[in-house]
């Protein structure tokens, strides 16, 4: 089972191979292909998670941008009817994450601040 954090569900929908470092692109990249493949359980989590381990913005286990983050990931929560330690298959959270967020078009009102909003914004999304 993985931890990963609620906002990486909306992440994971836009990812082209763009990211912080090389290491950051490769492990999102090699997390995506096993959560596609696998359809593992996850753990919903209000910390880092396996995403996070090769960020450079994690800093001994500690995101360098919390507030902001911690905002995507409330919203995606209550959005999506979930909370910190939901269990689910990979596959339901994407489908609410599709339903709740993507769809009704509130992917800007929870992240357009992010940086990499102008690649999501601009994308129709990769959630196969």
């Known amino acids: 089972m993985y931890k ?5 569900g909306l992440c994971s929908a836009f990812f082209c191979g ?10 999102m990249t ?11 359980y996850i753990t919903l989590t209000g910390g ?3 995403i996070c381990a090769s960020c450079p913005h994690s800093l001994s286990h500690v995101c360098d941008a919390a507030e902001k983050v911690q905002r995507y990931d409330s919203a995606v929560l209550m959005f ?8 689910l298959r990979w596959s339901e959270f994407t ?3 599709s339903r709740h ?4 078009g509130l992917l800007q009102d929870i992240c357009g601040d992010c ?9 129709k999304g990769n959630t196969e």
């Open 4 to 8: 990963l954090r609620p906002h990486h």
């Open 18 to 27: 763009h990211g912080y470092s090389e290491a950051f692109t490769a492990n």
């Open 30 to 40: 090699e997390m995506l292909r096993l959560f596609r493949q696998d359809d593992p």
């Open 48 to 50: 880092t998670d396996c």
């Open 80 to 87: 999506c009817g979930l909370s910190v330690g939901s269990v």
């Open 95 to 97: 489908d609410r994450v």
């Open 101 to 104: 967020i993507l769809e009704p």
């Open 115 to 123: 940086q990499w909003y102008s690649i999501c914004g601009s994308t």
